[in-house]
C-alpha cells in the first residue's frame, strides 16, 4: 500500500482573508476553492492543498501554541538556484527571514521565512523531490 504522499496541509489562523493574501502574493499560490470568509483553500498548481481556517483563538500564534505543536510548512523546488530566486523575491517583500540560504550535507538547499501568522515556512530543493517531480 502506498499513499500519493502528503499534498494537504491545514492551518489555523486569526485572518484567513489576510492570510489568503499573504500566501497569494508571498508564494504566488492560486485559489482553489473559497467557501466561506472563515475558510479558504490555495494550490501552488493542482498537486497540493492548504487550508486555511479561522481558528478559535484571539490571535493565531496564541491558538495554535495551545492546541497543537507544528514546526514549519515546507515548499519544495525544482533547483538550487529557484531557492536564490525564491529569496531575492520574499525579501523583496519585506518577510522575516528565520534562516539564511543554507546548502545542507545532502545536497539539500533551503532557507525558511515567518508567515504573518507566525508559521515558519521552508523554501527548499530536496534532490529526491525534485528527481521525481521531473518523471
Known amino acids: 500500500m502506498r499513499t500519493l504522499g502528503l499534498r494537504h496541509v491545514a492551518i489555523q489562523v486569526a485572518d ?6 499573504w500566501y497569494m502574493r508571498v508564494l504566488k499560490m492560486d485559489l482553489e476553492w473559497e467557501p466561506d470568509a472563515e475558510n479558504v483553500y490555495l494550490t501552488s498548481g493542482g498537486h497540493d492543498n492548504l487550508a486555511i481556517h479561522k481558528g478559535a483563538g484571539s490571535s493565531s500564534t496564541e491558538s495554535a501554541a495551545s492546541t497543537q505543536l507544528l514546526d514549519h510548512l515546507g515548499f519544495a523546488l525544482p533547483s538550487m538556484e529557484d531557492v536564490d530566486e ?3 523575491w520574499v525579501q523583496s517583500q519585506n518577510v522575516k527571514i528565520l534562516r539564511e540560504i543554507k546548502t ?3 545536497g539539500a538547499r533551503s532557507f525558511y521565512m515567518q508567515d504573518l501568522n507566525g508559521i515558519a515556512i521552508q523554501m527548499i530543493y530536496h534532490p529526491p523531490i525534485a528527481a521525481r517531480a521531473q518523471k
Do not use: M, V
Not at 484567513?16 to 493574501?21: A, C, D, R, Y
Open 16 to 21: 484567513p482573508q489576510k492570510s489568503k493574501e
Open 104 to 106: 545542507h550535507r545532502d
Open 86 to 88: 525564491w529569496y531575492k
